[in-house]
Each structure stands twice: as C-alpha cells, then as structure tokens.
C-alpha cells in the first residue's frame, strides 16, 4: 500500500468553507483537494493500490486527520470544486470525530489526529520526507510502494512536525530542483515508483 | 523556451460554461485548466520562460487558439475556478477571434486556429507527442527547453491531429507506464526538464 500524508498547517477541519472561494475561506484546503487527485486518479481510472491521509489543522475542530481509501473510495472526481464537495459534506457529518477512524462515506475516515497518530501507524515501515534538501528519489534505492511519504502544503513543513518525523527515522527526499507545488510532488512520487514498480506497464520501455 | 500545446477536443471555445459546473458546461475545460496550473506555476511564483497553448475545439465559436505566456500573465492562481474565471473572462471578450493572436489579458491571447497554425509557428524547432507508445522521456536525449510537447485530453489524439504531428516530424514520447491525467504528464515533462536545465539548482543533488 502506497501512503501520502499531506499536512494542512491551515486548511479546514470543520467543513464551514465555501466551495465558490475554497482559496479564501478553507484556509488553503484547496492545495490539499489538488493532492487527492495527483494521488488517487490516473486517465479513466482510481489507483486500488494508495491511501491518502490529510492532516487537517485550521479552526476549532482541528486537528482532524481525513483518510481515503483507494480501495474502497467511490465518485471521486477530478475536479476541485467536485472534490471540496465531496470532504465538505464528510466533514460536516462528523463534527466531532473521535480517536479512531470512522468510515463517513465510501472509502473517505475521520478521526482526531495529527502527525503523531499517523506515526503510530506507521511503526516499523519505511516513510520519508519529501524536503528540497533531500536526495534525489531516482537515487533512492530504499523508496517503495509500501512506504509513507509525507508532503507540506504551501508553508511546508512546521518545524516541530519535521523533527518528529525525523526522530521517527523518516528520511529526506526531494524530486527536483525547483520548489514545487504539493500536488506536482504527488505526481512525481507516484510517476517514480509506478516505473520502479507498477504491474501494468503500458510499454516495453518501462518495463 | 518551453512550450505545452493541450488539445481539448470539446473544451468550449465560447467562454458560455458555468465556472459552478465546469465539467458539466464546459466541454471538459477543466482537463486543460489543471494542466495550466502545471506548467505554468511552481511553488510561490510563475515560469517565465514557458508558453501554454490550449486548442478549443468546442462549440460554435471554434476552434480557437488560447496561448498563456508566461513571461507577461498576471494573475495567475492555481486554483481551477479562478483559472476558469480568468479564461471565461478572455473568451467573452474577443467572441470572434481573427488569424492572428490579440493579447485580451495581460499575457492571455486569442486567435482562431487549430494544429496546422501551431505547426505554422514550430517551424524546424524540435516537437514531441506525448503518446503511450512512445519512448520514456528519461531516455530521449533530443529533448530540450526549446521545444513542443503536444498533450492530448481525456479523450487522447484524434487520429488527423496525431497525423499531422507525425507527418511534421514530432516524435513520441512517453512518461511512464501508467496512462495518467493530462496535467500529470505536463508535471513530469517539466521536472524532466527542470532536471536537465534548470538555471536555479537548490540543491547539489541535481547539479
């Protein structure tokens, strides 16, 4: 199973935004809905393989942890709009999550939570950091798609988040020389390790 | 420079969508919309040294040419409703775009055309079609920042454009085994590109 953890420093755990100004009024989840897309749907088709987890730190309800599950996930949809309706309504019936996961719709959980309860789940598996001072992932013999990959929004990293996931052995890796928006690392970290280890290869060349 | 030309085999080239329902109104817009954010914007900033041709082939009004230059856009976010905002906004303002480019926005233009007044403007520059069949683009040493990379939408090539591409020289190329989203292929070409030539290295790992 292939795990992103996206952390939202300020988007929405309550669900009172308006999807006609996600950018304005969910403290920036929208950077976050685009992850769920790069993560999750491929051309006419919805990954079984991957569970996406987004730490959900903005306003009174936070922090909320929302986990999808590729393997049970249904309509989800490209779009941003279809997608911010679609967490919306799962955060809005279950205002108050409790400690552990509850299925709110197909394939889409609630819980309280932040980084360190997803770092209980992790235990003893391999997770890295994706960080522009980290190695090149081409480079990495150790990636794989039973990993954890944990990701910022567009503040990054909180420095008390990256040092706990650091003290948990996560280690720094990085996909290229720019500073990329999150959802274009999602792709990058999918596209590398669907060629390292993808069953449906389109292509000798790939193979 | 850079340049990305995605063909939208219905996107409307009349500006009459719903920005409330862009899948739904707007021939699929939204496909080529997300591959505006990618290419054009990185974390924080705009690509200056890219353009982006969006082909319209929707609605009466078409087909339509939209080219976004990175060295003059303004206003550029990256969510798709404000995307959707701003490309509505341009093609309502120039309902009957003549034969050659007028900027309406700052670095957003309009003319009418399609494949064979892109070609007019390749001339003998080196183009690629993204194609399933193609050879990995990690592996393609003719790629360069000067090029064209031609993407199709959800619905792929039709069988005249791909002809003509072809008969003009374009080479395949291919991004992985997967069949993705149109916007993840822009992501992956970039960072390939990045990757080979990028002038702002942050890191030695990709020196």
Chains 1, 2 share one sequence.
């Not at 403290?27 to 919805?46: E, F, I, K, Q, T």
């Not at 941003?80 to 889409?108: C, N, W």
């Not at 929004?153 to 999150?182: K, M, N, Q, T, Y």
Request: glycine share 8%.
């Amino acid at each position: 199973m292939r795990r992103f953890v996206l952390i939202g420093q300020t988007a929405s755990a309550s669900g009172d935004f308006s999807v006609e100004d996600l950018p304005g009024s969910s403290g920036r989840l929208d950077v976050l809905l685009r992850c769920v897309r790069a993560a999750l749907l491929v051309s006419h088709g919805l990954r079984r393989d991957v569970q996406l987890y987004l730490v959900l730190r903005g306003g009174v309800a936070s922090p909320v942890l929302l986990r999808i599950n590729g393997q049970s996930a249904k309509f989800l949809r490209p779009d941003e709009r279809s997608l911010a309706t679609l967490v919306k309504k799962t955060l809005l019936a279950l205002p108050a999550p409790g400690d552990s996961f509850v299925e709110v719709r197909p394939g889409l959980e609630l819980r309280s939570g932040d980084v360190p309860e997803i770092l209980a789940e992790v235990g003893d598996a391999r997770c890295f950091v994706l960080h522009e001072q980290g190695d090149d992932v081409r480079h990495e013999a150790s990636i794989n798609d039973d990993a954890w990959y944990f990701i910022g929004d567009h503040l990054g990293f909180d420095v008390v988040s990256l040092a706990l996931l650091e003290r948990h052995g996560c280690r720094r890796i990085s996909v290229g020389p720019l500073s990329l928006h999150s959802d274009d690392v999602v792709s990058l970290i999918s596209n590398e390790l669907d060629r390292r280890f993808s069953q449906e290869k389109a292509h000798p060349a790939f193979s």
